[in-house]
């Protein structure tokens, strides 16, 4: 059990835990998963952390077939600008290793925006705190569980 399952089943939510075998050579994690769980990518969504300009950072939760757009997590956040986080600092403030870190069960709770394209399913994957391993759930459960808002955050690609 990771933090992030160990949340979902606290809360009482219905969720799905996915496993599949992580191929180490593999860089984009999220597609890696969309393509072994046979899931649309637009379903699955990748956790990325940001450094506001008050030097705090926060969590963007968005489809993994999308690129942040910074500035709109910025504006949604109420800063003047935004930057991809510090690997390193990411790690630390999650607790989660790179490609396997999830948006629930972080070490502190961070602001969080999920793009506004997770409504239009009835369930999303997110990681569930390790690679190979995803967990499913409805968006809002999950916005719930985090505090969150949705926005639109994806730049037009």
């Known amino acids: 059990m990771t933090p992030a399952i160990n949340i979902a089943k ?3 939510i219905n969720y799905t835990v996915h496993e599949y075998k992580h191929d180490t050579d593999t860089s984009s994690y999220g597609e890696e ?15 990325l952390l940001v450094e506001l300009s008050s030097n705090e950072l926060a969590v963007a939760v968005l489809p993994v077939s999308h690129k942040l757009s910074l500035k709109n997590i910025a504006s949604y ?15 630390r403030s999650t607790g989660y290793l790179l490609g396997g870190i999830s948006a629930l069960g972080q070490k502190k709770r961070l602001k969080t925006i999920i793009d506004n394209s997770a409504l239009n399913f009835t369930t999303i994957y997110i990681s569930a ?7 499913e759930l409805n968006p ?18």
Do not use: C, H, W, Y
Not at 129 to 135: A, D, N, W, Y
């Open 129 to 135: 705190g390790k690679r190979g391993l995803e967990i």
């Open 10 to 12: 606290k809360a009482k």
């Open 77 to 91: 956040l109420g800063q003047k600008k935004a930057v991809m986080a510090n690997k390193d600092d990411a790690q």
């Open 33 to 47: 998963a969309a393509t072994k769980l046979n899931i649309k990518q637009e379903q699955v969504f990748k956790t």
């Open 140 to 157: 809002k459960d999950l916005a719930k569980l985090l505090n969150a808002k949705f926005e639109p955050i994806t730049s037009a690609s």
